[in-house]
């Protein structure tokens, strides 16, 4: 792959989450929008699958027996790859429908959220520092709220009225 040559794959779909042609063309051109506008150039694949194959990949990778929305795997070797994204089309069609908004545009977000981890951004221990940036980047790419976010939320707003 070339740099910023960035692709998604689809595999094993459920036939109820078919995505059209358009739907795919317009994924794969969001993933070269992220690599352009967000990882420098640096390219990366980003896999939309069952919520099988993510709890395999989640199993096999993290030792975390159950599906996930999406797993980000940096590459460290110097290259102009970043990694590899796996996303549930499973949990993104729940999560959409959860949030009110398509599948494509969660997709979006699980992708938005899987690049800033392959670019080294963890959640679980920056401070708040990815969540900022994920929503900077999240409202500039006219994205909706994410499931996190939306959380974040009812619990500020649940803190403040207690």
């Keep these: 792959m070339s740099p910023g040559d960035s692709t998604v794959l689809f595999r094993a779909l ?10 795919r063309r317009n994924l794969r ?3 070269r929008k992220l690599s352009k506008e967000i990882a420098d150039g640096n390219s990366f694949t980003c ?8 709890r395999d990949l989640n199993r096999t990778f ?3 027996d159950y599906p996930t929305d999406v797993l980000s795997f940096p590459l460290a070797d110097g290259s ?6 796996a996303i549930s089309a499973e949990r993104a069609s729940s999560q959409a429908s959860e949030l ?7 997709l979006k977000i699980l992708m938005l959220h899987g690049l800033l981890h392959l670019r080294g951004m963890d959640h679980e221990t920056d401070c708040g520092e990815m969540a900022r940036t994920e929503r900077k980047w999240r409202e500039a ?16 707003r649940a803190r403040r009225s207690a």
């Design 100 to 106: 009110g908004h398509a599948l494509t545009a969660e």
């Design 29 to 31: 051109a969001f993933a």
């Design 80 to 85: 102009d790859t970043l990694g590899d994204l």
């Design 14 to 23: 459920p036939a109820k989450l078919h995505l059209l042609a358009q739907e």
């Design 47 to 54: 896999l939309i699958t069952s919520d099988a194959e993510l």
């Design 141 to 156: 790419l006219r994205l909706p709220p994410s499931l996190t976010e939306r959380a974040s939320a009812s619990a500020d």
């Design 62 to 64: 993290r030792g975390h």
